[in-house]
């Protein structure tokens, strides 16, 4: 059964701590899109992969996040220093190629308090 | 850049009716994907309809079926005998390279 795996599904932490949000995409998939999802904004696009290459990361703020892909099978989403402003539903998703369909993980809620 | 809007941020509809959810969406390029998809309240989200831009005829799937108007860049969801379990959240997407969504449009579904 291929899906998407978050993990952790839920995280609360400290306001100034560090946190690190994994994604294992579909096997065979070869882009990996990071989503955050807030009632006011709804679902943004974070930043994307393709072959692990970083094609677009204009959705981050810079200065505290930032996304990698060690390995085809490994996406990471670290957010550091945390602030309450960042508490959300990160979703990871995975495709094949060009925007053909995002096959979606069950996210992580991150609550900084 | 590209841009979805979803101006219907909540509908209801009675059960065994038909509504329709509506989406604009803004591009320079001609050949794209649409997207509807689904999130429960379990959070998952679930690809309910894809449309593709180069296709005339318009996608259907079961009770769903979309209205694509390419050149008024409208992409409008028809979901027909509604079910209590089409209750959720629906978020129009559009792709070319990425994948971006609109605010989504929360449905009630009324017994």
């Known amino acids: 059964d291929a899906r998407v795996t978050q993990t952790p599904r839920h995280k609360v932490t400290e306001m100034g701590q560090e946190v690190t949000m994994r994604c294992q995409p579909i096997?065979?998939?070869?882009?990996v899109f990071w989503y955050r999802q807030t009632m006011m904004q709804g679902l943004e696009l974070l930043a994307y992969?393709?072959?692990?290459?970083?094609?677009?990361d204009s959705g981050m703020p810079k200065d505290r996040f930032s996304a990698e892909m060690p390995d085809a099978t490994l996406a990471t989403l670290k957010i550091q220093p945390s602030e309450p402003r960042d508490s959300a539903v990160y979703f990871c998703?995975?495709?094949?190629?060009?925007?053909?369909?995002?096959?979606f993980g069950q996210g992580t809620r991150l609550t900084v308090v | 850049a590209q841009t979805v809007t979803q101006s219907q941020p909540e509908m209801s509809v009675q059960e065994a009716e038909t509504v329709t959810l509506s989406c604009t969406y803004d591009?320079?390029?001609?050949?794209?994907?649409l997207f509807w998809y689904k999130q429960p309240p379990s959070r998952q989200m679930i690809l309910v309809i894809r449309?593709?831009?180069?296709?005339?005829q318009n996608a259907t799937e079961n009770r769903f079926s979309v209205n694509f108007q390419k050149a008024a860049k409208s992409f409008s969801l028809k979901i027909s005998d509604s079910q209590l379990g089409d209750a959720a959240m629906y978020f129009c997407a559009y792709g070319d390279d990425k994948i971006i969504f609109g605010k989504g449009t929360r449905l009630h579904i009324l017994p």
């Open positions: 449309q593709e831009a180069y296709k005339q």
């Open positions: 096997l065979g998939h070869n882009t």
């Open positions: 992969f393709r072959n692990r290459a970083p094609l677009d």
């Open positions: 998703a995975s495709g094949k190629g060009e925007a053909t369909e995002a096959f």
């Open positions: 591009t320079s390029e001609s050949d794209y994907y």
